[in-house]
């Protein structure tokens, strides 16, 4: 459904791909995750179109998407090449998430131009049926300042 991928109240957790690749979930403990799209932001777009890029990349572990499951996230994204370890073909993290219906979004870019929270996320792909996998335009709309401190509930604007 559309709304399980636009106007998604977002948040971005920093860990830099320099603390290693496995990413596990105490990197989530004591953050409000509940109906939050949860966008993983390790640096690892930096190395967007290069050889580096696919390989060695930062990835959740199971037991971390199980945690981001049981908080009630909506949404998790990346800004690595897979969202999994791509040597395990078991692919936990993409089956946690996908079994709970929670959308994964994968390749994102620009994180740091995002702040931590105070955010709604975009991920919107083209209408189509039948696929597993599909491009989307992704992007965050920075919440004006009266919506940060609960003055309007209204949703943000993107006009």
């Given at each position: 459904p559309l709304d399980s991928l636009a106007d998604l109240d977002a948040?971005?957790?920093?860990?830099?791909?320099?603390?290693?690749?496995?990413?596990?979930?105490?990197?989530?403990?004591?953050?409000d995750l509940e109906e939050k799209a949860v966008l993983v932001q390790t640096g690892w777009d930096l190395h967007w179109r290069t050889e580096r890029y696919l390989s060695g990349h930062p990835f959740l572990t199971g037991?971390?998407?199980?945690?981001?499951?049981?908080q009630?996230?909506?949404?998790?994204g990346i800004d690595s090449l897979n969202i999994d370890d791509t040597s395990d073909p078991a692919r936990p993290v993409h089956?946690?998430?996908?079994?709970?219906?929670?959308p994964i979004v994968e390749h994102l870019c620009n994180l740091s131009r995002l702040p931590e929270r105070d955010f709604r996320f975009f991920a919107v792909p083209a209408k189509v049926a039948g696929f597993g996998t599909w491009p989307v335009r992704a992007f965050g709309h920075v919440l004006p300042p009266n919506d940060r401190l609960g003055v309007s509930r209204r949703s943000a604007s993107l006009g």
């Open positions: 948040i971005v957790v920093r860990v830099p791909h320099a603390a290693g690749r496995s990413i596990n979930r105490s990197a989530f403990k004591d953050l037991d971390a998407a199980e945690y981001l499951v049981s009630g996230v909506v949404l998790v089956s946690a998430l996908l079994g709970a219906e929670v």
